[in-house]
């Protein structure tokens, strides 16, 4: 099969433990774009979390993508336009903020220009703030209510808690929004049927390219979707078992550049 689209998740994938892209996978990559083959880098993280890789990987120059917020918001990168949106409508964020409150949760959404955090100073949003390249806000969100559309809302947490917590988000929230597990210690509340997979359905049929013409790279549970999706679905030997499941293949280790042997054995 001769594919047309490589769909990259990000971090655990594309870079490696310590949030770097290697020399080895950025060459392989580059090669494969020269061949006429688009990138699409498909992450939980916002588009200026983004954007330092899409410059390394010359991604603009061959004519690829960045697919946002889990699929919330696909970008054409040479552009920076966004072709495709969906958001979270204000109307239901009191419910979701009064979720977080009742289960002892830390919450965050985004703007345009900011990561908005009910507690800041809490590690895991801390981390996911300092990812994504955004001003950090602290906002009290039972006093200061959102008024405008987000693209998802993050609820963070002891991993236990969240994995608890995850079918009684579903449960609450039922159509009127997606719930996707994106790390062990976060909940992703989505757009309703936004995810990875829905997002690169959209742009497989922007592009004119079949299912068939589609490897995706990914590790983590918000991947899943997206894995059973592809026409080769690869996860990383560092994947969630649900990962690792959904897979067609699995390939070496973040650290030791398995997007780049998945790539070499497919596309090169």
Request: charged share 25%.
């Amino acid at each position: 099969m001769s594919y047309r689209l490589i769909a990259l998740d990000i971090d655990g994938t594309l870079v490696n433990s310590e949030k770097q892209l290697t020399d080895k996978t950025r060459d392989t990559l580059i090669r494969a774009q020269k061949l006429g083959i688009k990138l699409a880098l498909t992450s939980g993280r916002a588009a200026t979390g983004l954007w330092h890789l899409i410059e390394a990987l010359e991604i603009p120059k061959y004519g690829g993508y960045a697919i946002a917020f889990n699929g919330a918001k696909i970008i054409d990168a040479a552009e920076r336009k966004l072709v495709h949106g969906e958001m979270l409508p204000p109307e239901m964020l009191p419910g979701v903020f009064q979720f977080a409150k009742e289960h002892r949760l830390n919450a965050a959404t985004y703007s345009d220009e900011y990561y908005f955090v009910q507690e800041p100073r809490e590690k895991y949003l801390k981390l996911v703030g300092k990812i994504e390249g955004l001003n950090v806000k602290a906002r009290d969100f039972r006093s200061e209510p959102v008024d405008f559309s987000v693209p998802k809302v993050l609820l963070a947490g002891d991993p236990k808690a969240i994995e608890e917590l995850e079918p009684a988000a579903r449960e609450q929230f039922g159509e009127a929004a997606n719930v996707s597990r994106s790390e062990p210690f976060l909940l992703e509340i989505l757009p309703p049927k936004v995810d990875k997979a829905s997002a690169l359905k959209k742009l497989l049929s922007i592009l004119g390219y079949r299912r068939a013409e589609l490897l995706a790279c990914g590790d983590g549970y918000n991947d899943v979707t997206m894995l059973r999706y592809a026409g080769m679905g690869v996860a990383m030997q560092n994947a969630t078992e649900p990962a690792k499941e959904a897979a067609d293949f699995l390939t070496m280790t973040n650290d030791e550049d398995g997007v780049a042997f998945a790539v070499k054995r497919f596309c090169l």
